[in-house]
């Protein structure tokens, strides 16, 4: 019995290896799969994955000892725990999950290694849906897949030529494609979760640009390099003004002398609303993905989503963080006032600035109190102050180190929004004026049907307590240095290159977001919701979750019959001698010239009709129907060797579809 394992493990360790072809397909399946991926690693991460598969379609490649492929295993195992304290998350699992896939390639022998690492391939795939549901993912899908499966194929014929490359992703189309119509009926009809499945916590604010719960000098111009959209908007009433649209973000309160953060108080739910009855504008909003619980309003929201929040500074906020697209609804009444008596600790908070900075600007301030000490005069002074005196708004500002105040105001005078809000916050303060900074973003480009924000709109300004009947009120002092910020957008103060403004780039972009919101509206935001009403067009108001079970039951088998069928069909035809079909479609069309061609006739009598039909083509006739029937009859036993070559069927096929009959005369 020992003797027989031993001869039963020499015959497994001398059964062939997969073929270099093989290898090279597997390992490109592979790092197209954890591509996308390899953009949120660290870069030495992705390099040494890179590395390990070069060596592995290496013509120098040798199986490493088990040890060794056990060490790497651990490693990287240990490394992405150490990178992101624990395994557990999207961004952790799914790199170590890459990693792993990668590592496979260690021992990549044979066919059934190969066969699962294209399997954990596909796994690898839809773990991107976690990070993003954009069309640009879904092509990566389709791509991955459609790879994937003619990879498949290759593994089981094992290997191919290069010849036949083109052949291989023929036959992996043909077999995604009949799987398309019972994805869209699972897309559509299975029942979905009320919260998505990647709505889960972990590693929520990796990756993420825009704005941020504090800011210091330079965090806002550096969103101005991010083109990407920030939310999109859609008006129901006639749209405002470009210098009106000042969406409401982070409202900051407290200052340590270079950095501004918010009080503990934003989260407290205020109690003094806008009236419902009052509000004057309506619109919806599409977020992006910004992984933070703040939602963008225009002062001041009157009617907004149930689960959210609208705090003592106004600031709207969702109880979950935003980790999908989001479109709600919003109402807001313009007139407003946020004039509510402020307590002893508001008040307080609003005042305060820290002793170390800004004794030049305290300065300053006190010479213009000695002239006149009311707030309107403090506050125009100040803004005469910036567009009088040579301040420059522009994004290469100089670091401000020890005193971001006095080195703005006195020395640099450039900077973007964010400088000149936080040192009119300052200044306001240092004259006993309640004042706060405000970020989120302002203005926007009209695109057609809806309006779109970027991260570029980014944008800072400032709120003052005037009195008790004005309450807070926005100055923006950006407005004052640059005027064209504000009226027609940020691009067009700041110098940026020209072939950034070329328009058929600016085109091309905004096209592209189009079919970007096309697809937010129509693929990433179809919930349980819209899905519940999805047959209303018919006159069916809601169904439920049983309903739509039954009827995704019934049209799958529907689907799948029909793809039975065609794929029968479709092998029938290809087990078809292409000669016999091309005869038969001769046939076809003889008849529908009017000769009599009955089933029972043979290729003989046929062929004397279409002679009494057209005698003056005689010749040409009974060359091809004697080519016709030398091919379908003659020597019906002779060997493989000693059947026509396919180039001479293909030519004769290609003779009887070209045959036409002459018009008679």
Not at 454 to 461: E, F, G, I, L, T
Request: aromatic share 12%.
């Amino acid at each position: 019995m020992f003797t027989g394992f031993g001869i039963m493990a020499k015959l497994t360790k001398r059964r062939p290896l997969v073929q270099r072809s093989v290898v090279l397909w597997v390992m490109a399946t592979a790092l197209f799969a954890i591509l996308p991926h390899l953009t949120r690693m660290p870069i030495l991460l992705s390099a040494a994955l890179i590395a390990i598969t070069g060596w592995r379609v290496s013509r120098f490649y040798r199986n490493p000892h088990w040890l060794l492929r056990t060490i790497t295993v651990l490693c990287a195992v240990f490394i992405i725990s150490w990178l992101y304290e624990g395994l557990w998350g999207r961004l952790p699992g799914s790199q170590l999950l890459c990693c792993m896939l990668v590592l496979k390639c260690l021992e990549l022998n044979r066919s059934r290694d190969a066969m699962l690492m294209v399997s954990l391939s596909f796994f690898v795939v839809a773990t991107w849906f976690l990070f993003s549901q954009s069309p640009l993912t879904f092509v990566y899908l389709v791509t991955a897949t459609w790879l994937g499966l003619t990879t498949m194929i290759v593994i089981n014929r094992g290997g191919t030529e290069q010849s036949e490359i083109r052949s291989m992703f023929v036959q992996g189309a043909r077999l995604a494609i009949p799987a398309v119509p019972l994805a869209l009926a699972m897309f559509f009809l299975f029942p979905r979760l009320s919260v998505p499945l990647w709505g889960i916590q972990g590693g929520e604010l990796e990756g993420v640009s825009g704005l941020s719960n504090s800011m210091s000098p330079g965090d806002i111009s550096n969103l101005f390099i991010d083109d990407g959209p920030a939310f999109r908007v859609t008006f129901s009433d006639p749209q405002p003004s470009q210098s009106e649209l000042y969406w409401r973000g982070p409202v900051l309160t407290r200052f340590d002398g270079k950095r501004w953060t918010q009080s503990i108080y934003s989260s407290v739910v205020t109690q003094i609303k806008p009236e419902r009855e009052n509000a004057d504008l309506s619109y919806e909003i599409e977020l992006e993905p910004h992984r933070r619980q703040w939602l963008f309003a225009l002062d001041y929201p009157a009617i907004y989503p149930g689960d959210s929040r609208l705090g003592l500074d106004y600031q709207l906020r969702s109880i979950r963080p935003v980790s999908n697209v989001r479109r709600y609804q919003i109402s807001s009444d313009t007139s407003f006032r946020d004039n509510r008596a402020l307590n002893s600790t508001l008040l307080n908070e609003s005042l305060r600035i820290p002793d170390h900075v800004g004794r030049r600007a305290r300065r300053l301030v006190a010479e213009w109190q000695a002239q006149d000490d009311s707030t309107n005069a403090i506050m125009q002074r100040a803004l005469h102050h910036f567009r009088d005196n040579p301040f420059f708004y522009r994004l290469d500002a100089l670091p401000l180190l020890d005193d971001p105040i006095d080195e703005f105001l006195f020395d640099s005078k450039v900077g973007y929004c964010e400088h000149y809000a936080s040192a009119f916050t300052f200044l306001m303060r240092a004259a006993g004026i309640p004042a706060r900074v405000v970020t989120g973003y302002q203005g926007g480009f009209d695109n057609g049907e809806y309006f779109l924000v970027r991260q570029s709109d980014a944008h800072a300004w400032a709120e003052v307590w005037l009195d008790d009947e004005h309450g807070w009120t926005r100055v923006d002092p950006t407005s004052w240095v640059a005027p064209n910020r504000v009226q027609q957008g940020s691009r067009a103060v700041v110098d940026v290159p020209n072939w950034l403004h070329a328009p058929w780039l600016v085109d091309m972009r905004n096209q592209v977001d189009k079919i970007r919101h096309w697809w937010n509206k129509n693929i990433v935001s179809f919930n349980a919701n819209r899905q519940s009403r999805l047959l209303q067009p018919w006159g069916i108001e809601r169904v439920d979750q049983r309903q739509l079970l039954l009827l995704l039951i019934v049209l799958s088998v529907i689907i799948s019959a029909i793809v039975f069928w065609w794929y029968r069909r479709v092998d029938h035809i290809q087990h078809v001698d292409p000669v016999v079909r091309a005869y038969h479609k001769l046939l076809h069309r003889l008849r529908h010239a009017g000769i009599d061609t009955p089933i029972h006739a043979g290729p003989q009598t046929v062929m004397q009709k279409v002679i009494a039909y057209c005698p003056d083509i005689r010749q040409q006739v009974e060359n091809l129907f004697n080519r016709y029937i030398h091919h379908r009859y003659a020597a019906p036993n002779i060997s493989v060797e000693e059947q026509p070559q396919q180039s001479n069927r293909l030519a004769l096929a290609r003779r009887l579809n070209s045959f036409k009959l002459p018009k008679r005369r």
